[in-house]
């Protein structure tokens, strides 16, 4: 009896203790980035991990790996004091607490991303396990993490980035029905992928019709000539005797397979994108379990981001774009879509926001502008936009491993040798030389201004395209918009790796390009910036560049937004990427709203409309006839509501201090969910004529600045869980600084 009392108490006080201990938990471990480094495919397919090397992995190349892992609060104001990793090359090793390759001991710091491995060197085609345990602000510890693995590649090096391989996931129709002969199939949504079905033939003999596609017609049926390249595709398929699975080969494109295309790897093999199957000729019966599409695609985590408002449209909107980051890739690298499968900066600029903003994973965005580091394409701005997803990389992940290693390359992507006099850079002076073109690793031989794209048909189809009627001069206002963007970022960049002259050199340049915006472009009479020096003509995209870009004094936002309006959607869904930046940035939410929320032809919804489940390549088949109908650079949405709408952005890198600034506009309600590298910001708001509410997560290990616009003069009061807070009022926005980690209520009651 007395040992069973003993027993209890002693039960009793370890739960009490593990209470205690679980304030901070850790959750979400990572190396190099990868959350699932433990990840093993076979033929495309994920399976068990039993401790040996028998399919594809993700292989960890870097001779001193970056760690990191998320922090799960569940009390106010929680930090992390303290860590101690543990490394070993035996899972039962870590499990017992001991790290025989690394244990940091109790390391006194706050970090808990882009910490360097700092154990025995490792060892190629090798398995290792660790966990993390950490302290918090009281010297509190936490339970050991679960444990987790990863597998050394072949060689090891001072900087690879390492990546996933493909996964397929098998999905079954949403919907079957027979009209006559023909089944007809619909899995609900268009995906990359490949399909199989299993048929039952009494005789054999029968030749059926498999026809595939993106698009139907008013009758149901797949449209066999949907125009531009949306995809139709048909296949003959023999039967035989019995009960068999038939794989449906697809033939490669010549277009999407060529030179500078992205090819499947061979264990995955060929895919098509396609929602509709149609089976011509089979009498047979069909289960939904018959018919399986394989859609391929990089790991994706469906429950990392999430969003909902009161307007549905913008509902529809954001799943739309949404599931376009995730279906389009398929490739594992970013590319424009399914008829060239080529990747482009500009493309790759916005997967990247979208990515960052839709799931918690930096391994594809940074493989992908690497990539184009070395394999540039022609547009003079899409060179620079390698500069801004550097610093992008840099900013969300906190890691600035790959700046480092690709420092000259991106120095170079400045095109600082096109420099004039005036702070200004050209494509027509004559200084495109072959050392420059290899320098920037590119394979032609000049540069050309693109500013939007197409340049013919497009808005209002009057021969210019999608470029607002753009003059092209000798100085091109949005190159120039870029190249001050890209001066700004590579001096941050700079700095943060130590080299203060390149750091002021860079930003110096800044200056004078500022100046001249604003002595050589800015039109006092229109009250917007010219689109060049030899020109007296304003589009669009010279004045929203430079809204976005910083290149408007505060005194002149109002006129310059005013002109923005009075363009519309002036733009392709390209070029929307950095009118909806622009929008919000100069608080403009209601007319931002309406653009997100818009259902014309130049909209979002419009794509729905169409028929497509992917977002589309241009608004609408009329204004580009050569479309696509799977093209992420469409999807600006997904990055656009979180960023802006909704206002979740990062101030330093690796999110240790962010912003949220949301500009709900009219919507009565909205919520978002928003994964970041040191956890999920969840923010919920909701008004009235009087009050304006929010409730938000900050994650531990970081701090945040709220801002609410001021939606009446005078100063309203505010409250923060409950208490009366002093709530800084400038510009019309009211702003919370150094807000701790934990679940916050604020309220903003007007008199």
């Given at each position: 009896?007395?040992?069973?009392?003993?027993?209890?108490?002693?039960?009793?006080?370890?739960?009490?203790?593990?209470?205690?201990?679980?304030?901070?938990?850790?959750?979400?471990?990572?190396?190099?980035?990868l959350q699932y480094?433990?990840l093993q495919?076979?033929?495309g397919?994920?399976?068990?991990?039993d401790g040996?090397?028998?399919g594809l992995?993700?292989?960890?190349?870097n001779?001193?790996?970056?760690?990191?892992?998320?922090?799960?609060?569940?009390q106010q104001?929680?930090?992390?004091s303290?860590?101690?990793?543990?490394?070993?090359d035996?899972?039962d090793?870590?499990?017992?607490?001991i790290?025989?390759r690394?244990?940091?001991?109790?390391?006194?710091s706050?970090?808990?991303?882009?910490?360097?491995?700092?154990?025995?060197?490792?060892e190629?085609n090798?398995?290792?396990a660790?966990?993390?345990?950490?302290?918090?602000?009281?010297?509190t510890?936490?339970?050991?993490?679960?444990?987790s693995?990863?597998w050394?590649?072949?060689?090891l090096?001072?900087?690879?980035t390492?990546?996933y391989p493909l996964?397929k996931?098998?999905?079954?129709?949403?919907?079957?029905a027979?009209?006559?002969?023909?089944?007809r199939?619909?899995?609900?949504?268009a995906s990359?992928?490949?399909?199989?079905?299993?048929?039952?033939?009494?005789d054999?003999g029968?030749k059926?019709m498999?026809?595939?596609?993106?698009?139907?017609?008013?009758?149901?049926?797949?449209?066999?000539?949907?125009g531009?390249?949306i995809r139709?595709?048909e296949?003959?398929?023999?039967?035989?005797?019995?009960?068999?699975?038939?794989?449906?080969?697809?033939r490669?494109?010549?277009?999407?397979?060529?030179?500078q295309a992205?090819?499947?790897?061979?264990?995955?093999?060929e895919?098509?994108?396609?929602?509709?199957?149609?089976?011509?000729?089979?009498?047979?019966?069909?289960?939904k379990a018959?018919?399986?599409?394989s859609?391929?695609?990089?790991?994706?985590?469906?429950?990392?981001?999430?969003f909902?408002?009161?307007?549905?449209v913008?509902?529809?909107?954001w799943?739309?774009?949404?599931?376009?980051?995730?279906?389009?890739?398929f490739?594992g690298?970013?590319?424009d879509?399914?008829r060239?499968?080529?990747?482009?900066?500009?493309?790759?600029?916005?997967?990247q926001?979208c990515?960052?903003?839709?799931?918690?994973e930096?391994?594809?965005?940074?493989?992908?502008?690497?990539?184009?580091?070395?394999?540039?394409?022609?547009?003079?701005?899409?060179?620079?936009?390698?500069?801004?997803m550097?610093y992008n990389d840099y900013?969300y992940t906190?890691?600035?491993?790959s700046?480092?290693?690709?420092?000259?390359i991106l120095?170079?992507k400045?095109?600082?040798?096109?420099?004039?006099?005036?702070?200004?850079?050209?494509t027509r002076?004559?200084?495109?030389t072959k050392?420059?073109m290899?320098?920037?690793?590119y394979?032609?031989d000049?540069?050309?201004?693109?500013?939007?794209?197409?340049?013919?048909?497009?808005?209002g189809m009057?021969?210019n395209?999608?470029?607002?009627?753009?003059?092209f001069?000798?100085?091109?206002?949005?190159v120039n918009?870029?190249?001050?963007?890209?001066?700004c970022?590579?001096?941050?960049?700079?700095?943060?790796?130590g080299?203060?002259?390149?750091?002021a050199?860079?930003?110096?340049?800044?200056?004078?390009t500022?100046r001249?915006?604003?002595?050589l472009?800015?039109?006092?009479?229109?009250?917007a910036?010219?689109?060049?020096i030899?020109t007296?003509?304003?589009?669009?995209h010279?004045n929203m560049?430079?809204l976005?870009?910083?290149?408007v004094p505060?005194?002149?936002?109002?006129?310059?937004?005013?002109?923005i309006?009075?363009?519309?959607m002036?733009c392709?869904v390209y070029?929307?990427?950095f009118?909806?930046?622009?929008?919000?940035?100069?608080?403009?939410?209601a007319y931002?709203?309406?653009?997100?929320?818009?259902?014309?032809?130049r909209?979002?919804y419009n794509?729905?409309?169409?028929?497509?489940?992917i977002?589309?390549?241009?608004?609408?088949?009329?204004?580009?006839?050569?479309?696509?109908?799977?093209?992420?650079?469409?999807?600006v949405p997904a990055?656009?509501?979180?960023?802006?709408?909704?206002?979740?952005?990062?101030i330093e890198p690796?999110?240790?201090?962010f912003?949220?600034?949301?500009?709900?506009?009219?919507?009565?309600?909205?919520?978002?969910?928003?994964?970041?590298i040191k956890?999920?910001?969840e923010?919920?708001?909701r008004?009235?004529?009087?009050?304006?509410r929010?409730q938000?997560t900050?994650?531990?290990?970081t701090e945040?600045?709220?801002?609410?616009?001021?939606?009446?003069?005078?100063?309203?009061?505010?409250t923060?869980?409950?208490?009366?807070?002093?709530?800084?009022?400038?510009?019309?926005?009211?702003?919370?600084?150094?807000?701790?980690?934990?679940?916050?209520?604020?309220t903003?009651?007007?008199?």
């Amino acid at each position: 009896m007395v040992h069973r009392i003993i027993s209890i108490c002693a039960g009793l006080f370890g739960c009490i203790f593990l209470a205690n201990a679980q304030k901070l938990q850790v959750q979400g471990l990572a190396i190099d980035h990868l959350q699932y480094a433990d990840l093993q495919v076979v033929n495309g397919y994920a399976v068990a991990e039993d401790g040996h090397q028998i399919g594809l992995r993700p292989w960890i190349a870097n001779e001193q790996p970056m760690l990191g892992w998320e922090l799960n609060s569940m009390q106010q104001g929680t930090v992390q004091s303290a860590y101690r990793i543990i490394i070993a090359d035996h899972r039962d090793s870590v499990a017992n607490g001991i790290g025989n390759r690394w244990d940091s001991g109790k390391v006194m710091s706050s970090e808990s991303t882009n910490i360097s491995y700092g154990g025995r060197p490792l060892e190629p085609n090798k398995s290792y396990a660790w966990r993390v345990m950490v302290w918090d602000e009281e010297g509190t510890p936490s339970p050991w993490s679960p444990v987790s693995e990863f597998w050394t590649a072949d060689t090891l090096k001072a900087y690879h980035t390492a990546h996933y391989p493909l996964q397929k996931t098998d999905e079954t129709p949403k919907r079957i029905a027979r009209v006559g002969q023909e089944v007809r199939i619909d899995f609900g949504k268009a995906s990359f992928g490949q399909l199989r079905l299993t048929l039952t033939s009494k005789d054999g003999g029968e030749k059926l019709m498999v026809r595939l596609g993106e698009a139907l017609n008013p009758d149901g049926s797949i449209n066999r000539k949907p125009g531009g390249n949306i995809r139709y595709a048909e296949y003959r398929l023999p039967l035989k005797s019995g009960r068999h699975t038939y794989f449906v080969q697809f033939r490669p494109d010549k277009r999407n397979t060529g030179p500078q295309a992205i090819k499947m790897p061979k264990y995955i093999g060929e895919v098509l994108p396609f929602r509709y199957v149609e089976i011509d000729g089979f009498a047979g019966m069909l289960e939904k379990a018959d018919i399986v599409r394989s859609t391929v695609h990089y790991p994706f985590d469906d429950y990392a981001s999430h969003f909902e408002s009161s307007d549905t449209v913008l509902n529809a909107v954001w799943e739309l774009c949404k599931y376009s980051i995730k279906a389009t890739s398929f490739a594992g690298i970013y590319v424009d879509g399914d008829r060239e499968r080529i990747p482009y900066e500009a493309d790759a600029y916005i997967n990247q926001l979208c990515h960052y903003s839709v799931d918690r994973e930096y391994s594809m965005a940074r493989r992908s502008y690497e990539y184009l580091l070395h394999h540039a394409t022609w547009p003079t701005e899409w060179i620079l936009q390698s500069v801004l997803m550097a610093y992008n990389d840099y900013l969300y992940t906190g890691d600035i491993r790959s700046v480092s290693h690709h420092y000259d390359i991106l120095r170079a992507k400045l095109l600082l040798p096109l420099r004039e006099s005036n702070g200004f850079i050209s494509t027509r002076q004559g200084k495109q030389t072959k050392d420059l073109m290899k320098a920037i690793h590119y394979a032609g031989d000049s540069l050309r201004d693109i500013v939007d794209w197409p340049h013919t048909g497009g808005f209002g189809m009057v021969g210019n395209g999608e470029t607002d009627g753009f003059v092209f001069t000798d100085y091109n206002a949005v190159v120039n918009a870029f190249h001050y963007k890209a001066l700004c970022d590579m001096a941050r960049l700079a700095e943060a790796l130590g080299r203060g002259e390149d750091a002021a050199l860079f930003s110096e340049k800044a200056a004078e390009t500022y100046r001249a915006f604003q002595s050589l472009l800015w039109d006092r009479r229109s009250g917007a910036y010219r689109d060049g020096i030899d020109t007296d003509h304003a589009s669009l995209h010279t004045n929203m560049m430079a809204l976005v870009f910083g290149l408007v004094p505060e005194k002149a936002v109002e006129r310059v937004m005013a002109f923005i309006r009075s363009r519309g959607m002036a733009c392709s869904v390209y070029g929307s990427q950095f009118l909806m930046d622009a929008i919000y940035e100069a608080g403009d939410a209601a007319y931002g709203l309406s653009l997100l929320a818009s259902q014309s032809d130049r909209s979002w919804y419009n794509m729905i409309r169409a028929g497509s489940t992917i977002t589309m390549e241009a608004w609408d088949n009329k204004y580009k006839p050569n479309q696509d109908w799977n093209h992420a650079w469409g999807a600006v949405p997904a990055n656009a509501i979180p960023r802006k709408l909704m206002g979740v952005e990062p101030i330093e890198p690796g999110w240790k201090t962010f912003r949220i600034r949301p500009q709900i506009g009219s919507l009565e309600w909205a919520t978002i969910k928003v994964p970041t590298i040191k956890g999920t910001v969840e923010v919920s708001c909701r008004r009235d004529d009087l009050t304006d509410r929010m409730q938000f997560t900050v994650p531990a290990n970081t701090e945040a600045e709220v801002e609410l616009p001021l939606r009446k003069k005078g100063k309203p009061r505010v409250t923060l869980d409950g208490r009366a807070v002093k709530a800084e009022v400038k510009d019309g926005w009211l702003k919370l600084r150094e807000v701790l980690p934990g679940n916050h209520q604020m309220t903003v009651i007007y008199r």
